[in-house]
C-alpha cells in the first residue's frame, strides 16, 4: 500500500525526472531544493529524497552552497529503466526508441543464439508459453496483454543466454516494448509477421538451432526498426 509519503516522493521524483528528460531544466542549471519544497508544497525531506534518486541516475548533481545542478546528458544513466520511460514520454521520443531498438539488434541475437545452446527445458517450455500467449493476443487490439507475453518471451531469451549481463537488459527491453505501445508507436494489431517470427524463435531456441535462432531474432529487429520508420519517423 502507497503511503501518502511515499506519493508525494513519486509525484515529484516523476515530475522532475520527465522535466530533466525532456529538457526543460537544461544541463547547468540550478535547481533550489527550497524552491523545489515551495513548488511542490512538500518538506525539504522529500525533496533530498527524490535528489538522492536523480543522482543515482546521475541526472543531477548535489553540491552544498551550490545547490543541485542539471548534469549533462551524456553522463546519465541511460540504462536506467526509469530514465527511459522518462525520455520515451519527451518530444524526443522516435529518436529514442530508435537507438534502444538498435541496441536490442545487437544484443538479443547473440543472446539468443547463447538461448539455444543453454536454454534449460523449463525456459523452452516457458518460452513458447509465452510465443502462444503472442499469437492469441495478436488480433482484437488486444495490446496490453500481447505487451505482458512479448516482454516475457523477450526476457526469457535473455536470461536464458547464461550472460548475466545480457540478463540484466532484461527490464531495458521491458521499457522499449512499454514505451511502443504505451505511447502509440504500435499497431493496432501486431504484425502478423513479427508473431510468427516469434514463434519460430521459440522452435529454434527449443531445438538447440543457434544459428537459425539468432537469424529470427536479427529479423524480428529488423522489422522494429521498420515499423518505426513508419510510425515514429
Known amino acids: 500500500m502507497t503511503t501518502p509519503a511515499q506519493g508525494l516522493h513519486t509525484h515529484v521524483l516523476d515530475t522532475l ?33 527524490v535528489v538522492r534518486v536523480l543522482e543515482s541516475m546521475h541526472l543531477v548533481e548535489s553540491r552544498r552552497r551550490v545547490g543541485v545542478t542539471v548534469r549533462p546528458t551524456e553522463e546519465w544513466n541511460v540504462y536506467d529503466p526509469q530514465v527511459i520511460r522518462w525520455r520515451l514520454a519527451g518530444t524526443d521520443r522516435p529518436r529514442q526508441l530508435r537507438s534502444l531498438t538498435v541496441l536490442r539488434s545487437a544484443i538479443e541475437p547473440v543472446a539468443a543464439s547463447l538461448a539455444a545452446r543453454h536454454a534449460t527445458p523449463d525456459q523452452c517450455a516457458q518460452l513458447t508459453e509465452r510465443a502462444l500467449g503472442m499469437v ?16 516475457a518471451f523477450h526476457r526469457i531469451v535473455l536470461n536464458a543466454s547464461g550472460n548475466e ?10 521499457e522499449v516494448l512499454a514505451g511502443r505501445t504505451h505511447h502509440q508507436v504500435m499497431f493496432e494489431d501486431p504484425d502478423p509477421a513479427a508473431v510468427t517470427l516469434h514463434v519460430r524463435l521459440a522452435e529454434a531456441v527449443r531445438e538447440g538451432d543457434a544459428a537459425q535462432a539468432e537469424r529470427l531474432t536479427q529479423e524480428i529487429a529488423v522489422g522494429a526498426l521498420h515499423e518505426l520508420d513508419v510510425l515514429a519517423p
Open 17 to 49: 525526472g520527465l522535466e530533466i528528460a525532456a529538457g526543460e531544466h537544461p544541463p547547468g542549471q540550478v535547481l533550489r531544493t527550497d524552491e523545489l519544497a515551495q513548488r511542490f508544497d512538500v518538506s525539504r525531506t522529500v525533496v533530498r529524497e
Open 136 to 151: 492469441a493476443t495478436s488480433r482484437g487490439q488486444q495490446l496490453e496483454g500481447y505487451l505482458e507475453h512479448d516482454i
Open 165 to 174: 549481463m545480457f540478463a540484466r537488459l532484461g527490464d531495458v527491453v521491458a
